[in-house]
């Protein structure tokens, strides 16, 4: 069993900056699976945002490259998105997943999934 833990979102206005986590545990969890996060906006499609490996590799959705850095801490199991410079469109719940293999967890179907965190940013 995997539990992912999101925290950090919250209310800000455009060109401000955020910072959310993602706290993993559980007998199924190992530190070296890639985390993601993603996120939904309503009426729209979930979006992969950024994935770091256990390595540090990392990769970004293009609308984000430049504001956002994922990071992980491995020693505590968590994994960070800074997010700065935000846009109104930026505004979405933002869900943290993990899975043991990249390809699975970057196209959207990974193993684990935490409840989400709102985000929202205004004019």
């Known amino acids: 069993q995997v539990s992912l833990l999101e925290s950090g979102g919250g209310s800000v206005q455009a060109g401000g900056s955020l910072k959310l986590s993602c706290a993993a545990s559980?007998?199924?969890?190992?530190?070296?699976?890639?985390m993601a996060w993603f996120r939904q906006a309503p009426g729209k499609e979930r979006e992969g945002v950024a994935v770091?490996?256990?390595?540090?590799?990392?990769e970004y959705a293009d609308s984000v490259t430049g504001r956002f850095t994922i990071s992980k801490d491995k020693s505590a199991d968590i994994t960070y998105l800074q997010m700065n410079n935000l846009k109104q469109e930026d505004t979405a719940m933002y869900y943290c997943?993990?899975?043991?293999?990249?390809?699975?967890?970057?196209?959207?179907?990974?193993?684990?999934w935490g409840q989400g965190t709102q985000v929202t940013v205004s004019s």
């Open positions: 559980g007998s199924g969890y190992s530190s070296w699976y890639p």
């Open positions: 770091i490996d256990n390595v540090g590799t990392t």
């Open positions: 997943a993990s899975d043991g293999a990249w390809t699975n967890l970057w196209g959207g179907y990974g193993n684990y």
